[in-house]
């Protein structure tokens, strides 16, 4: 089968197409004829070689796809269409998935929207409730909105709490299309000091939660703009990764959480009960047209490399798919 | 009545004795004649003019006396003995408790005893448990194990879990009686490398929880201490309070959970709550002789200002208490 590997670290020439035999089977897992498969900002870091999460060369989180073999311990038909979270190899003709992880794609979606749904709902899930406790009296700060996480963030808050949605973007375009989701404030990066607003929208109090893809450069920004008891989720370094003065007594007067979290390199077990709870609490809002996968732009698998290109310019709104079998 | 205040902010000097009337009931509330108070390091702040938590001008957070008055809305008889936090007004002849703050005090302890137990049990039971979730199957470090809360916190994890305990102090002395109290590792942090010592006995994973009364200066170190998806509980700045780089992968990639807290600033109800879940949990392992109240040194009311001393000069084994009424 055809699957993309990384020649050696670097940018995107570095993506290439190698053969490699099916994989094989253990109990429990399911062999996926892969139909999409998405980009994520961490498929970038394992390319330039500064990750090693993934145990397979083949990059590639989460697919879309048939199920074309099923292992003991499975209960899941040939046949059937799915997606999910893989350990590694997803941009391939073929991907094993656990199939504890696989959720079956509603009916009124295409692959491609399947694709773009696993990574970024379940981190948003995790991300939002798991670890930030949004309650329907909270008010959340989610930003880059218009990213694939923040499109999903703003759904799953709208749709299952009554919190208040602020959200930041860089363009008027981006943060039309957060307000269609649901957010009910919407700062555009650029032209706004998001914190004065931030501020100015929930009496000075400040969020109960932030979503923080930023990192570095908007420490003191976010620090400014989190109420006190409020939950700060760290999930990626967009900003920076280096802050270069930190202050304990600020975080100790506003008593602040800071929770710092990667969905990748948790375990099988927890990406299993994450997926068991997605499936059964986020899934059904599929199926009412009340969510829907935010797809960007669909490449051809022999694309990968422009694929990867438009995610570093950061010009998604949205998912990036791979189509790979047809 | 005679009660403590600041003459203005400085140093032992001024702390004035000052002629107050006593004060007056609310409904919930009990007047309770001060038998003892006990010093905490958020007096001292208060006393330099650093923090403004408290609505009284007398210092003192928590106390141990007898009920004299009881209002409506209270069900603890006249003439009890009890301890508890108190909002402020503890250096004084007479201070009001609210009585959903107030413990009994068992039969087999002083009032000496009783005014060491509130606010450092207290803490050490909210930061072991409600924010660091301490298991059974965790390994907790506890930094100045022979400060109030150090000793409070070894006792407690000690004795209502079976997590193994790794403590820190500068002297034999102390490190002695951490062990007794039932710390299984003890590192003279003078003398070694605390966090070598960590890893070496977690099997390089570090600590499940960290109880950090330390701050910037030990900021790196805590951090190679930490296990992936650790809590780190942050509760004071001994060690200073600006930390000059922070790396925020580092963060990501163990997936820390860093939470501040300070316990006296907290709404009434949220100490209500603690209050009630640590009579029901913890008070019976007083009355059971499996935990004691570890009292340091007992001054005269009088020698308030030899008692700030003291704690400042970081001497103390346990809590400094000053007996106030006979």
Known sequence: ?????????????????????????????LLIKVKASAINRSDIIAREGKSNYLKTPILGIEVSGEVVEAASGTNIEVGTRVMGLVNGGGYAEYVVLPADRAIKIPDSLSFEEG?????????????????GELTHQDTVLIHAGGSGVGTAAIQLAK?????KIITTAGSQDKLDF??????????????????????????NQGVDVILDFIGASYWERNLKSLKTDGRWIMIGILGGAEVNKMNIIELLQKRVQLK????TPRSDEYKKELTKEFVQKAMPLFNQNKMK???DQIFRFEDIQNAHKRMEANKNLGKIIIRVNK
């Open 159 to 163: 749709q299952m709490t009554q919190a």
């Open 115 to 131: 694709a773009a749904i696993p990574e970024v709902f379940l981190t948003a899930y995790q991300t939002l409730f798991w670890l």
């Open 178 to 203: 957060c307000r269609s989701l649901g957010a009910d404030i919407c700062i555009n990066y650029k032209e706004q000091s998001f914190e004065e607003e931030v501020l100015k929208s929930t009496n």
């Open 260 to 263: 710092a979290t990667l969905l």
């Open 293 to 295: 996968a935010v797809v």
């Open 1 to 29: 089968m055809k699957a993309i590997v990384v020649n050696q670290p670097g940018g995107v020439e570095q993506l290439q197409f190698r053969d490699f035999p099916k994989p094989k089977l253990q109990v429990g897992e």
